[in-house]
């Protein structure tokens, strides 16, 4: 696998653009659409919060045949909690994409985040979409991952290339996060494009292995968004011989391709979390099974005390195993063995007279690496998250203003 330039456009036969409809602040980019100029197998993953914008629910009913064309999106409004109107709005971004790229309504996933409860402003939207769908090209990637930032410092953009049966295959992915992440599916916003060849089922499988090492496994401040979604387009245009049994060697070569992109991403999130000066990585090992190991490391991602104190470079390691201990999780706390980075700071469940200074300069690292042997099995995880500073509060004590 080799990393290439571009993003959702780096594979065959993928267009995309993102316009300034108005709906943020001023001359900030803010509807973005992505086509495929073939249809598309497709598949989604999306929020389990039960408070759920219209976007999720059309989506996933536009998705339950496994085809999709066109993601449209918006930031600035999450079109959530807007009852039947909010549908609508919903409904209608999807016919005035299609209508524009010449597809199906159905063949359109639709996406929206910012400020919830509020209407959207049609007018706006519809002339957004309008200005997109005319500027389509592979040059628009870019604008695409600005328009659906929100608080976001930087866009967050990747794209690989890997070789299967001797043709070149490209996955390209954008996403946006930065507040209201939480291992809870989806975390964000994340749109893939591939133009492996691969059915349906193989391709769904794919996407939620992947989903599940990476955008699960993140969490900034243990908020679930109303509005989170992942999803992937694979437009087959690589000619590969298609991928329909998921024992193949292509589909570990590409699921592993796949993984590995939205892990680079799923990290950027969380070194972008709102106000975040550094990026943590937990890794749980000696484990009793998989998922007690996810369940620790997304426990301590997740410990605002943790975060605080790495924040403040206090190795104050009673907090991590405190909170590997609510995680839920079976384990025996009395054979647990914890790391700041290379400083060794309790055996056995119990502290160390350990280096205070070596411990500070590795809360200093970016990233932050905690380690915690349990001792207990042969298992693994690992999760990703980011300290929380002062800014956190600053930044969502006036989201709206």
């Known amino acids: 696998m080799k990393k290439i330039t571009g993003s959702i456009t780096a594979p065959q036969g993928f267009l995309a653009q993102g316009v300034c409809a108005d709906l943020k602040a001023k001359d900030k980019k803010d509807v973005a659409l992505i086509y495929s100029q073939v249809p598309c197998t497709a598949a989604g993953t999306f929020t389990t919060n039960r408070v759920r914008a219209a976007c999720v629910d059309i989506s996933r009913q536009h998705l339950e045949n496994g085809q999709a064309q066109a993601i449209v999106v918006n930031s600035g409004n999450a079109n959530a909690c807007t009852g039947e109107q909010g549908w609508n709005d919903t409904l209608q971004m999807a016919q005035i994409a299609a209508e524009e790229i010449g597809i199906a309504p159905q063949d359109v996933v639709v996406a929206s985040t910012g400020v919830i409860g509020v209407f959207m402003c049609m007018d706006k939207i519809e002339k957004?979409?309008?200005?997109?769908?005319?500027?389509?090209?592979?040059?628009?990637?870019?604008?695409?991952?600005?328009?659906?930032?929100?608080?976001?410092?930087?866009?967050?953009?990747?794209?690989?290339?890997?070789?299967?049966?001797?043709?070149?295959?490209?996955?390209?992915?954008?996403?946006?996060?930065?507040?209201?992440?939480?291992?809870?599916?989806?975390?964000?916003?994340?749109?893939?494009?591939?133009?492996?060849?691969?059915?349906?089922?193989?391709?769904?499988?794919?996407?939620?292995?992947?989903?599940?090492?990476?955008?699960?496994?993140?969490?900034?401040?243990?908020?679930?968004?109303?509005?989170?979604?992942?999803?992937?387009?694979?437009?087959?245009?690589?000619?590969?011989?298609?991928?329909?049994?998921?024992?193949?060697?292509?589909?570990?070569?590409?699921?592993?391709?796949?993984?590995?992109?939205?892990?680079?991403?799923?990290?950027?999130?969380?070194?972008?979390?709102?106000?975040?000066?550094?990026?943590?990585?937990?890794?749980?090992?000696?484990?009793?099974?998989?998922?007690s190991a996810r369940q620790i490391a997304r426990g301590i991602t997740a410990s605002n005390l943790t975060k605080a104190a790495i924040f403040g470079q206090d190795a104050n390691w009673g907090r991590i195993l405190a909170a590997a201990g609510y995680s839920g999780a079976q384990f025996d706390p009395n054979k647990v063995d914890i790391y700041l980075g290379a400083e060794k700071v309790a055996e056995n469940g119990m502290g160390l007279l350990f280096d205070e200074e070596r411990a500070r300069q590795e809360l200093e690292k970016d990233p932050v690496v905690i380690t915690l042997d349990l001792k207990s099995g042969a298992n693994s995880a690992v999760a990703w998250g980011c300290d929380l500073s002062y800014d956190y509060v600053k930044i969502n004590a006036s989201y709206r203003t």
């Open 128 to 291: 957004g979409i309008r200005q997109a769908a005319a500027n389509l090209s592979q040059e628009g990637a870019h604008n695409a991952a600005l328009a659906i930032m929100t608080t976001d410092l930087v866009s967050k953009e990747m794209a690989v290339e890997i070789e299967l049966q001797g043709k070149p295959v490209r996955i390209g992915a954008i996403a946006k996060g930065s507040g209201m992440i939480h291992p809870n599916m989806a975390t964000m916003l994340a749109f893939f494009t591939t133009d492996v060849a691969i059915d349906s089922y193989c391709l769904k499988t794919a996407f939620q292995q992947a989903v599940q090492q990476s955008f699960n496994m993140v969490s900034v401040d243990r908020d679930t968004s109303t509005n989170d979604m992942a999803i992937i387009l694979a437009n087959g245009l690589a000619g590969n011989q298609l991928i329909d049994d998921i024992e193949s060697d292509d589909y570990r070569r590409f699921q592993e391709a796949l993984q590995e992109v939205a892990i680079s991403l799923a990290k950027m999130i969380a070194r972008d979390g709102e106000g975040a000066t550094r990026l943590i990585e937990v890794q749980v090992t000696g484990a009793p099974t998989q998922e």
